[in-house]
């Protein structure tokens, strides 16, 4: 088994577009209806391996959107928890995301025990996304 997907659901496709689209440079692979929700695959620029699925539309219940103000209020939560995107340098995506309007909840920080470095940010509907690096 490998990884392909991981699913976002949002009551609107259009603004996770922008988002993902518009704010991360993913592209859009694919565009679909299923029943009263629009759906789209999205992917980061270099990658043709790994998928963000958004699930938009219809009348998703709770429509709350968490707000996490550090990671240690993130782990309270049970099920799902992040999805995480490897970059080249976590400090650069940082000052990028910073640049156009991304809330950063956890700084870059070292964790030796598997030799990354990582940070964590939000999406607009409170999903938590991770950032990691991989160190020599």
Same mark, same amino acid.
């Given at each position: ?23 991360? %440079?993913?592209?859009? $692979? ?5 029943? !009263?929700? =629009?759906?789209?695959? @999205?992917?980061?620029? #270099? /990658? %043709?391996?790994?998928? $963000? ?5 219809? !009348?998703? =219940?709770?429509?709350? @959107?968490?707000?996490? #103000? /550090? ?66």
């Amino acid at each position: 088994m490998r990884g392909h997907h991981v699913a976002v659901r949002t009551p609107d496709l259009q603004a996770a577009l922008d988002f993902y689209v518009g704010t991360l %440079d993913f592209r859009v $692979v694919a565009k679909w209806d299923y029943a !009263d929700e =629009q759906l789209a695959y @999205v992917s980061p620029a #270099t /990658d %043709d391996h790994f998928y $963000v699925e958004i699930l938009g539309g219809g !009348d998703p =219940q709770p429509q709350e @959107v968490r707000t996490y #103000t /550090d990671l240690g209020s993130s782990l309270g939560w049970a099920g799902y928890h992040h999805f995480c995107l490897n970059v080249d340098s976590v400090e650069a995506t940082v000052e990028t995301l910073r640049t156009r309007g991304v809330t950063i909840v956890a700084e870059p920080f070292v964790l030796e025990a598997i030799s990354r470095k990582l940070a964590f940010f939000c999406d607009p509907f409170g999903n938590l996304i991770e950032l990691a690096e991989v160190l020599a």
